[in-house]
């Protein structure tokens, strides 16, 4: 059988996407390439967020079309994704070697394309269309894909956004907000705890808005004991789904992203309080500090409303981990606006943040907006606020040392495999001198060290 090869360009959603290809060809008797040296097939899953993420990933394919085609001639090579979808078939146009152009509610279809291709019954296929239904077929994991058993999985909970902020070109990639159904996500999280795994990260574009659009709220499936829970407020049906999750036995740790700030209503502020497998940590994209550039960036709360949210997320819940996303040099953000954005920064004092120079993209209204911050501006807001976030993480990671915490056990260590890796519930990496025994344990650590945005556990204390 066919060997695939999957290369994954941009955000978690993207992995998952990925993940769920990957395990469909395996199901069909595709086996994984360890290289695109040596696969039968090349898929790109690619990202749109940013015109560098889409010069990479068109780099990249060049690459393989010169280096690969010419020592494996017959390799067949494909886009998914982001940028597949809102490119279409001006990628073959432009890279002729490509032979599959499979845009975001199309992935369930790799298998049966590549087939086709494979066996020489079709040459070139292109399908960017939208799906009915498709947001319910993301199902497919690889739990096992490295012959280690995975301790923590990703589940996507809805497809799509209809926020529309004005830098962002996601509602025009990957379609209006769809969500499965609560029945749907908690038999597939279900299944994944019965084969070991011990944390689950509920994904989409935008997981408040989760139901919002899709279906009404009376086919929540809820007990009677989980809809008392917050007598006084109304649960919106991501609440819901987070309660119908927590019910099951055997999880241990329930995370998601990526929320957006406005969706953070009180009874999910709440739920970080009342459910204790949801972990303490909040990803919050706040984009900017200055009310002036919220606005024109169409996000939907001022800088005084997210503040709010964190003042009542640390009142829930003391210890959660704040981390964010800021675009800097959006179209007409100027001097004093930036400034608001650092003070914005200091004043919350984020775990870390994603910094993003803003990156002007077809068809989005920011595209068009005076102002246009040159590059060498967006370079130098960059390093001034990723100074301020490392000082800041610096502190916060600092303050760990000497503490005991509990992790979870993830297996080796990115950077160094020797080493095992967990995460705090508060989302933070800590690595220590483990055995492979450890994976999948809750364990508690002493911190001992903190280094840039990873903490380091001291294996003698390490309970057996
Ligand atoms: N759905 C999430 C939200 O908006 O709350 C985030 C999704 S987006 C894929 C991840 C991050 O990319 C955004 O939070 C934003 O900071 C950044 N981003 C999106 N469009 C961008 C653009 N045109 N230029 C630079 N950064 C951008």
């Known amino acids: 059988m066919p060997s695939v090869f999957i290369k994954t360009y941009g955000c978690q959603m993207n992995e998952r996407d990925s993940e769920a290809v990957a395990a469909q060809l395996v199901a069909k008797g595709y086996t994984l390439a360890p290289s695109e040296a040596v696969a039968d097939v090349i898929l790109l899953n690619t990202c749109s967020v940013r015109d560098f ?97 995975s301790v923590t999985a990703f589940v996507s909970i809805m497809q799509g956004c209809n ?28 299944q994944l705890v019965s084969q070991g795994v011990k944390e689950i990260t509920l994904l989409g574009q935008i997981v408040t808005s989760y139901g919002k659009r899709g279906f009404g709220r009376a086919e929540l499936p809820l007990g009677q004991d989980a809809q008392q829970r917050v007598p006084t407020t109304k649960k919106t049906s991501f609440v819901q789904l987070l309660d119908a999750v927590h019910e099951i036995d055997g999880l241990e740790r329930i995370r998601f992203t990526a929320p957006h700030p406005k969706g953070y209503g009180d ?10 497998q949801l972990v303490g940590s909040a990803h919050l994209p706040v984009q900017s500090g200055s009310d002036r550039v919220l606005k024109l960036m169409h996000r939907g709360y001022t800088r005084e409303r997210f503040l709010g949210i964190v003042r009542k997320l640390r009142r829930a819940k ?37 910094i993003f120079k803003y990156s002007q993209r077809r068809d989005t209204p920011a595209a068009e907006m005076p102002g246009q911050v040159p590059l060498k501006i967006r370079e130098e807001r960059n390093h001034r606020l990723l100074e301020t976030i490392n000082e800041i993480g610096k502190r916060k990671y600092d303050a760990f040392v000497g503490q005991r915490t509990q992790i979870l056990v993830e297996g080796p260590s990115k950077k160094n495999p020797a080493r095992l890796a967990g995460r705090t519930r508060c989302n933070k990496i800590v690595v220590f001198d483990g055995s492979e025994r450890h994976r999948g344990q809750l364990l508690d650590v002493k911190i001992t060290r903190a280094g840039s945005f990873t903490l380091y556990g001291d294996p003698a204390i390490v309970n057996l």
């Open 267 to 276: 009874d999910l502020i709440q739920a970080y309080a009342r459910l204790p």
């Open 53 to 149: 993420a889409e010069q990479k990933a068109i780099g990249k394919m060049q690459n393989i079309a010169a280096d690969v085609r010419k020592h494996h001639p017959e390799v067949v090579l494909g886009f998914m994704g982001c940028m597949a979808q809102s490119r279409g078939q001006e990628l073959i146009d432009r890279l002729p070697d490509v032979d599959l152009v499979l845009g975001t509610q199309k992935f369930h279809h790799a298998a049966n394309y590549l087939d086709e291709i494979l066996a020489g019954r079709r040459d070139k296929i292109v399908d960017v269309a939208a799906e009915q239904g498709s947001e319910a077929t993301i199902r497919e994991h690889l739990l096992n894909g490295n012959a280690q058993k």
């Open 163 to 190: 926020q529309y902020c004005t830098f962002c070109i996601v509602p025009y990639t990957r379609g209006e907000e769809r969500s499965r159904s609560i029945p749907d996500i908690v038999a597939e999280c279900r």
């Open 318 to 354: 003391p210890d959660i981990g704040i981390t964010t996303d800021i675009i800097v040099g959006f179209p007409g953000e100027t001097e004093d606006d930036f400034e608001q954005t650092l003070s914005l920064a200091r004043e919350v004092q984020f775990d870390n943040a994603y």
